[in-house]
């Protein structure tokens, strides 16, 4: 049997984000409050995380100064958390930049209807509702190529996770009960159903049945 072959066209995306878990950055105001953006420019090896950081937000201005933030995943129903920080930024004035689409908004745990829970090792606070948070420390801070971002190396230094997402015994995430945010497109969506696993996997019971 021949596979049918997509037929590609040349595409115009206004942005690239192709679909990757959706997350909430705690992190810690020069007065010692609490600030959380909204993010989804990520990835992980071993226990570093890259996150892509907008240069000109209080999110940058913290982590730059007070290394200890969080990172919380919201799963799926928490989509409108999102959308309510969309237009708000804890740094005052509003940069120039942003003055016509944002506003300065020095309580985002309470204009997101989110709630602030105290971390272990780091300085900011978690977000309760998140199932899946991660407390870390900023390692360091890469200027983007045109200056408007970070790269931001964060060493991940604990995981808290929901029982109802913890494997009993191993402290191994299931996969089959997470679900992630995903962010693609200006869109949000839940996960999918599970196609297939890695032979690496510590929760399949047996290796993937492939051809
Ligand atoms: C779904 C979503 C994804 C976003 N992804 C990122 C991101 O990956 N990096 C980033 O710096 N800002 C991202 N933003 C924008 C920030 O949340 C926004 O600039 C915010 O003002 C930052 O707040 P702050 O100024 O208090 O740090 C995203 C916003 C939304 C709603």
Redesign the pocket.
């Known amino acids: 049997m021949v596979a049918e072959i997509p037929s590609h066209v040349v595409a115009h995306p206004h942005v690239l984000?192709v679909g990757t878990p959706?997350f909430l950055?705690g992190?810690t105001n020069p007065d010692g409050t609490a600030?959380?953006?909204?993010?989804?420019?990520?990835w992980a090896l071993g226990d570093m995380l890259c996150?892509?950081?907008?240069a000109?937000?209080?999110?940058?201005?913290?982590l730059a100064e007070r290394p200890g933030i969080t990172v919380n995943y919201p799963s799926a129903p928490l989509w409108p958390a999102?959308?309510r920080?969309?237009?708000?930024?804890?740094?005052s004035p509003v940069p120039a930049a942003?003055a016509d689409r944002?506003t300065f908004?020095p309580d985002?745990f309470t204009a997101a209807r989110l709630t602030p829970q105290a971390s272990e090792l780091v300085e900011a606070p978690r977000v309760a509702e998140c199932l899946l948070q991660f407390e870390a420390a900023v390692r360091r801070m890469t200027p983007g190529l045109d200056g408007s971002?970070f790269m931001v190396e964060a060493e991940v230094v604990r995981v808290h996770a929901d029982e109802s997402i913890v494997q009993p015994g191993s402290g191994e995430i299931d996969p089959r009960a997470w679900h992630p945010l995903v962010?693609a497109f200006?869109h949000?969506f839940d996960r999918g159903d599970e196609v297939g696993w890695l032979p690496s996997s510590r929760i399949a019971p047996h290796p993937p049945v492939i051809d």
């Open positions: 984000y959706a950055v992190s600030n959380l953006a909204a993010a989804s420019s990520s996150l892509g950081i907008e000109d937000g209080q999110t940058a201005l913290n999102l959308v920080l969309s237009r708000l930024t804890g740094r942003k944002y908004e985002k971002y962010y200006r949000f």
